[in-house]
Every structure is written in C-alpha cells, then in structure tokens.
C-alpha cells in the first residue's frame, strides 16, 4: 500500500492535467446521460410558456448576451425555441437591447429552424413569418421597451429582413407589448432587471429569465415574490429545460446542456478524487517519514 502512496507522492503533476483533459473531452463525446434534478424554477418557466398554446399570444425569447456567454446560454434560447415551435407558439426573436445580441438570435435562429427542418417532412416544416419572426437591433435600451409597450410597430416597423410587421401572421396582431404572452429574456447581466422594472411593472407583460451560474443568485428574489415567473440558472438550467423538453418534442436533437453537465460531473468527481487522494497521500507519507526519525 506504502507504494501507491509513494507513486501518487511522485506522480507528475501533468498526468493529472491529461486525465482532466479526458474527464472532460470523453463525455462530449460519448455522453453518459447523467441525471438531472429539476428545479422549481425551471419547472414553472416550462409550465408557463407551455400554456402560451392555449392562449395564442406568442412568445418572446430575447438574447440579450453576447459571444463571450453564448456557450451557457445559447443552449437556452435553443431549448425555448423548440419547445414553443412544438406547441405551435408563435414567436418573436429579438437580439435585445445589446448590439451583439442580434449575431446571438441569428444564430441560434439559424440552428433550430435548420435543425428542426432538417428532421421534419414537407408537410410540418417551420415557415418564416407564420411560426416566427426575426427582429432587427433597435438602439435605445430603456426608450425600445418603452416604444414597445406603446406602438409595436412604429418602434419596429419592419423585422430584419425588411419585411413589414404589419404583414406577418406573428406580428400583424402585437400592436404594443401587451398583446404579448411571455418575455423570456437570456442574458448575463442585469438586463432582465430592466424587463421586469418597464415590461411588468409599466405594461404588465411577464417576465421569465435565463441567466449564466454566476448571475442567478441576484435574481431569486424577485422568483420569490412571482415578479419573475421562472427562471433557468447556468447550464443546468439549461439541461434541467432539456429534460423537460424530451418527452414533449418528436424530433430529438442533440442535448448540448444537458451533455456538457456530464461532462463538468466527470470533472468535478475526478478533482474530488484527487483532493482526497493527495490529502491521505500527504499524511500518510508524513506519518511514515515520523517513523523512520
């Protein structure tokens, strides 16, 4: 036994770096589908655009993020869009009050309606204008909300193909942001704040939230007083909507969330096992080296 201790005592340290390397590559690529708790909040961001269906006010999935979180929340503006293109809600991209927010709603656009396209016959394809619409980066921040919430369409007038709103079965109803069932906004920062304070408080539209890990904890609070009507935090958020979805949506898709938290579960075992390893290791050899003296 003295061996093993001696051999991890003496074991360079790049080893452990490739085989945290390989924690995480192996499960991206041959995902283990570890299971996922599923949190409240999540669950009632799900019901709550679930219901949209019965309403027929359509959604509106905002990515307000740039490229530097889209790996943790890209995922969850692909799992919204899927999961409203199934229940047939209509939908309103928008790239949000951030300029790079509109290259974030093009591409997640672009990845679900080819992803979903690709897997469906002719006859239940997803068409432009009828399922969803695309609309352009509008500078402002506080005063887009605000012309929203007044006159849809003289704020945006047309979508960013040049189509006019008027025209479009998505849009030719949304005359102000009442006529809207649900706001999801994804972002990193503090911009869902701004939502709720202008959207909900002044225009009555509900709010929901994505967010990164590290800016979840802000926004409990407002969960706990219903201002915010759910909420997915970080990429589990994001897989715990995947597992949600997975029952519900006939064409099956990659998970991306829901195969990176396998991945960060390999990891996070491996480090643990290490910690503890080179602890016992450590005292072991001290107690060993005491008995020699």
Not at 3 to 27: C, H, N, Q, T
Not at 110 to 123: A, F, P, R
Not at 160 to 185: C, F, H, P, Q, Y
């Amino acid at each position: 036994m003295m061996k093993f201790w001696l051999f991890l005592e003496r074991l360079d340290r790049r080893w452990i770096y490739l085989a945290i390397g390989l924690s995480v590559i192996i499960p991206l690529i041959f995902p283990f589908n570890s299971p996922t708790t599923i949190t409240p909040p999540t669950v009632n961001l799900w019901n709550y655009i679930d219901s949209l269906a019965e309403t027929g006010k359509p959604l509106m999935v905002i990515t307000d993020y740039a490229p530097s979180t889209s790996p943790e929340l890209d995922p969850m503006s692909r799992a919204v869009i899927r999961h409203a293109l199934e229940k047939d809600i209509p939908i309103i991209i928008y790239g949000g009050l951030y300029p790079q927010g509109f290259g974030m709603s093009q591409r997640v656009e672009q990845y679900v309606i080819d992803e979903m396209n690709h897997k469906k016959v002719n006859g239940d394809t997803i068409i432009y204008g009828e399922d969803w619409v695309l609309l352009p980066f509008i500078p402002g921040a506080t005063a887009v909300i605000m012309g929203m919430g007044d006159d849809f369409h003289r704020t945006s007038p047309e979508d960013a193909r040049g189509n006019s709103l008027s025209d479009l079965e998505v849009t030719k109803d949304v005359r102000r942001l009442g006529d809207i069932g649900l706001i999801v906004d994804i972002s990193g920062s503090s911009l869902p704040r701004l939502w709720l304070q202008y959207a909900t408080t002044r225009y009555g539209v509900p709010v929901g939230v994505g967010t990164t890990a590290v800016s979840a904890a802000e926004y409990y609070a407002f969960l706990q007083t219903g201002q915010f009507v759910g909420m997915m935090g970080g990429m589990k958020g994001a897989a715990e909507y995947e597992q949600l979805n997975e029952d519900l949506i006939e064409v099956k898709v990659r998970r991306v969330a829901s195969i990176a938290m396998d991945a960060q579960n390999a990891v996070h075992i491996f480090i643990i096992i290490i910690v503890i390893l080179g602890n016992i290791s450590f005292f072991v050899m001290k107690k060993n080296k005491a008995r020699r003296f």
